[in-house]
């Protein structure tokens, strides 16, 4: 019985469900193939609420807070739907403006991401570095020309999800080369000197748009500054918690159908004029994975608690990130033993899953910098 969710919370979740059955599940194949979701998914969860749980609603969004954000997370790691990116969207970019923009930033974006008309991106990483954000190679520069204060932002980022239908990038840049400090820069995708890369191909998550971005002299006003200049680390430091909590929830959501589906398959498959599931070594794995399922459930629980009262530090949201990601790893696999052949296959959700989840131990802050920032709490 989990009791961090209220009824509204519940609610919610019922709306979250029927969409995803419904506009989601049948074309996840078809997007694989295609390797990025059509734009109108993103106007149809617009139309029904589930974008930007968090934007108040004098901008546009439900004012809804982290409870809401979490089912959402959850409900689309249930159907496995890893490949619609309404998470970095809805949960890190939205935030970023809602915590750090001014009034007239979060007028001029806010609406539009809600109604799924404004994709947002957040670019940190480069080719060249990930996880030392603080050694990146994007500048920018502040002019005064004949056209007013500007910047003019130079530089490449990779990896970067939702990069092919992004219309708004959250973007990481410095201004002295030299020292460590960073600078938030929101670019618009219609800048000139803007341009997209080829999506990128990947093992997994395979209908996310991820690629490369590029800026080449791109000008931006200065009103497209986010929060103040040289203050982008602090503010990524802040936000990375929460993103990497839904890393945990994500986990533990997906965990918790996949078991529920191992056990049916199990059941149904017949091996030896038995039922798999009758194996006591069957049954033996699938009491482990609940047992490990229920102790990250009432850990993630915990911090979304704490995020919903405001007290997710950045420690807690590594632990979360760490431990959700490992368990997830290693209880698919499990499951996916337990399939057969047919664990395998493609058409079968746990092996898709499973290809999935690997890289929940890299995006957000490999494993490696979660227990770095552990360790820095002892
Ligand atoms: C599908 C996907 C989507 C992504 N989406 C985004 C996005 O939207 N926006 C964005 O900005 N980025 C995104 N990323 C990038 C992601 O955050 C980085 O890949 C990640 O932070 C790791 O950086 P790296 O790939 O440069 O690895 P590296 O930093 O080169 O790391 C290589 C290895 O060295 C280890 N290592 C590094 N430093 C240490 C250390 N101090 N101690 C011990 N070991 C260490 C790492 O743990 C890793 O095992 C995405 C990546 C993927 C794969």
Redesign the pocket.
Same mark, same amino acid.
Request: no cysteine; glycine share 10%.
């Given at each position: 019985m989990r009791t961090v969710f209220r009824d509204d919370h519940e609610q919610f979740r019922q709306t979250a469900r029927r969409f995803v059955e419904k506009e989601i599940t049948p074309h996840l194949h078809t997007w694989e193939a295609a390797g990025i979701v059509p734009k109108s998914l993103w106007l149809k969860a617009g139309e029904a609420g589930l974008l930007c749980a968090t934007v108040p609603e004098e901008f546009g969004g439900s004012g809804g807070d982290y409870g809401h954000s979490a089912v959402m997370v959850e409900e689309l790691a249930r159907a496995n739907a890893t490949a619609v990116g309404f998470t *970095?969207h809805s949960e890190i970019v939205a935030p970023y403006i809602v915590a750090y923009g001014t009034d007239e930033q979060k007028q001029r974006w806010l609406p539009g991401m809600v109604s799924g008309e404004l994709i947002g991106? /957040?670019?940190? &990483?480069e080719p060249g /570095? %990930? &996880?030392?954000l603080r050694s990146m190679r994007t500048t920018v520069k502040r002019i005064t020309d004949e056209q007013g204060d500007a910047y003019i932002v130079n530089g490449q !980022?990779t990896? /970067? *999800?939702n990069g092919g239908n992004a219309g708004l990038m959250v973007t990481a840049t410095k201004l002295d080369p030299a020292d460590k400090k960073l600078t938030l820069i929101c670019v618009e995708s219609e800048r000139a000197g803007f341009s997209k890369g080829r999506l990128l191909e !990947?093992i997994g998550?395979k209908g996310?748009d *991820?690629s490369e971005l590029f800026f080449d002299n791109v000008r931006v006003p200065v009103e497209n500054r986010l929060g103040e200049e040289n203050e982008g680390f602090k503010y990524l430091t802040h936000q990375l918690a929460w993103e990497r909590t839904i890393i945990g929830i994500r986990a533990a959501a997906s965990i918790e159908a996949l078991l529920e589906e191992t056990i049916q398959y199990t059941r149904d498959r017949k091996v030896f004029g038995q039922s798999v599931f009758d194996f006591q070594n069957t049954r033996f794995k699938l009491a482990e994975c609940k047992a490990q399922l229920t102790m990250l459930q009432v850990f993630v629980d915990d911090c979304l608690a704490k995020a919903m009262r405001g007290e997710l530090t950045p420690e807690v949201g590594a632990m979360c990130k760490l431990l959700g990601s490992e368990m997830q790893g290693k209880v698919l696999d499990e499951l996916l033993q337990l399939h057969g052949g047919y664990g395998f296959m493609s058409e079968y959700k746990i092996g898709r899953a499973w290809v999935d989840a690997r890289?929940a131990r $890299?995006? %957000?802050? *490999? &494993?490696? $910098?979660m227990k770095?920032i552990i360790a820095r709490s002892l």
């Open positions: *970095t991106v /957040i670019a940190m &990483s /570095i %990930g &996880s030392d !980022k990896f /970067i *999800t !990947k998550l996310q *991820t890289v $890299i995006y %957000g802050g *490999t &494993s490696e $910098i770095e």
